[in-house]
């Protein structure tokens, strides 16, 4: 968890002024592994309903054999940053990339990164930034960041959290105590 916060801080203090929010993927791709089907993808969150300090994977849109899968948050104090990996099945599914969620913004533009340093590990770092930034109180529920998957094959298959912190924003910032992380099953049909 320590290199997730001294990436972060790194990538504050180096990018400073720099956005990156880019993905891509976005276009639909029938990739169903040569059959003549187009497979469908969905996605069930294990927390459907969330309660106050939780980040969970959410269903965001879904169209043919791409799904959007949102990081969210809800009700949180003091939030400056996150870091965590997602983990997935590579024989089911494919990263194919991301776009920033509202849950950082309100007076600056956030900062995104998202590396894939091994098959079925996204490393996931977002933090607010800029002079005078401070963390933010997230009432409700808002998203983070939108992931974007292909699903290639029929069948399930679960995608959890692994190595997660929501910093504040104190110096350093500091890993906010109590928040619980549930993933979900991908599914593709």
């Excluded at 928040?179 to 599914?187: I, P």
Aim: proline share 6%.
């Amino acid at each position: 968890m320590l290199r997730h916060r001294v990436f972060v801080l790194a990538m504050v203090a180096v990018l400073s002024g720099v956005v990156a929010c880019g993905g891509g993927g976005s276009d639909p791709v029938n990739d169903g592994g040569g059959g003549s089907s187009l497979i469908s993808a969905d996605f069930t969150p294990s927390t459907p309903n969330p309660g106050a300090d939780m980040v969970t994977l959410q269903k965001g849109t879904a169209n043919a054999n791409n799904v959007v899968i949102d990081v969210r948050i809800t009700d949180v104090n003091g939030v400056f940053g996150a870091s965590f990996d997602v983990l997935y099945n590579t024989a089911q599914a494919a990263f194919q990339g991301f776009t920033a969620g509202d849950a950082l913004a309100g007076g600056n533009t956030p900062l995104y990164d998202v590396q894939q340093p091994t098959p079925g590990r996204l490393v996931v770092f977002a933090t607010r930034q800029g002079a005078g930034a401070t963390g933010v109180d997230i009432t409700g529920t808002k998203t983070l960041i939108k992931l974007t998957f292909r699903v290639d094959r029929a069948g399930s298959s679960t995608m959890s959290f692994q190595n997660g912190e929501l910093l504040d924003d104190q110096n350093p910032p500091q890993p906010i105590p109590g928040v619980a992380w549930s993933g979900g099953t991908l599914t593709g049909a």
